[in-house]
């Protein structure tokens, strides 16, 4: 398993916070409720950017031109498929703030990113241009800013995880070792936000991480997805129409 696609998705902890920060931003966040889903005591709502805006995004720690302009381009493939535009800067301030120095790939869901300190970035992009997955691993990453779930968490996904192999597998790996907790909100927990509501789970998505035949019982693997799959496109459409 690659290591370096080993995202980490942060949701901002307080839950009421970020559902105040997310209906501010775009009203449609509070959701519908559906009469097929069932109703459960915890806030359902999406973290989508107001439709039709432009995100400003800034480069926080000066990257040189063209590493620049790899990010710009590989983040640009999301745009024929969302209502919004980019605005990239050269900048301290942004609706999105990109760092590049630390050695991990996070990034904030959608309207999280609003709750984080200005001074804080809410993406780190550690992946190394010349790495042959930096596309992947960049549209991955503004994927989830879009405000766009893991796919292998999807509440139809039931990946035939064995879990016990996969907790040693964390715990025990050299780089960015993972809890046990940690795991289970990374890789286990499903998620229940319009994503879900809107599309079925697709294994070809981009927002896939790579699922290992060691790491599940029986035959079932997913192997790294390095295009934005039709359903990845149907999605964003859906949560930012024109
Ligand atoms: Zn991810």
Redesign the pocket.
């Known amino acids: 398993m690659n290591d370096l696609l080993d ?3 942060i949701q901002w902890p307080d839950d009421q916070a970020a559902y105040i920060a997310a209906i501010n931003e775009n009203p449609a966040n509070a959701g519908q409720r559906s009469g097929t889903r069932r109703k459960r005591s915890v806030l359902h709502y999406s973290k989508l950017w107001a439709n039709g805006r432009t995100l400003k995004i800034a480069f926080m720690d000066a990257p040189d031109a063209e590493h620049k302009a790899k990010i710009i381009c590989a983040a640009s493939r999301w745009l024929p498929y969302i209502n919004l535009k980019f605005d990239f800067v050269d900048d301290l301030q942004g609706d999105i703030r990109i760092a590049t120095k630390n050695n991990d ?3 904030m869901l959608g309207t999280d990113a609003l709750l984080i300190h200005p001074d804080h970035p809410t993406m780190n992009l550690g992946v190394k241009p010349e790495h042959e997955d930096f596309e992947v691993i960049v549209i ?2 503004f ?2 800013a879009l405000g766009a779930m ?1 796919e292998h968490q999807h509440p139809k996904a039931n990946i035939p995880w064995d879990k016990p192999k996969v907790y040693e597998f964390y715990k025990n790996r050299e780089m960015n070792p993972l809890t046990e907790e940690q795991v289970d909100s990374n890789l286990f927990a499903s998620f229940d936000t319009l994503d879900a509501i809107y599309t079925s789970y697709d294994r070809r998505s981009i ?1 896939h ?1 790579p699922v290992a035949n060691t790491l599940t019982v029986g035959d079932w693997e997913v192997p790294i997805n390095r295009k934005i799959s039709k359903k990845d496109k149907r999605l964003m459409r859906l949560l930012y129409p024109r």
């Open positions: 995202c980490q998705l790939n996070s990034s991955h990453e994927g989830h893991h927002m991480h």
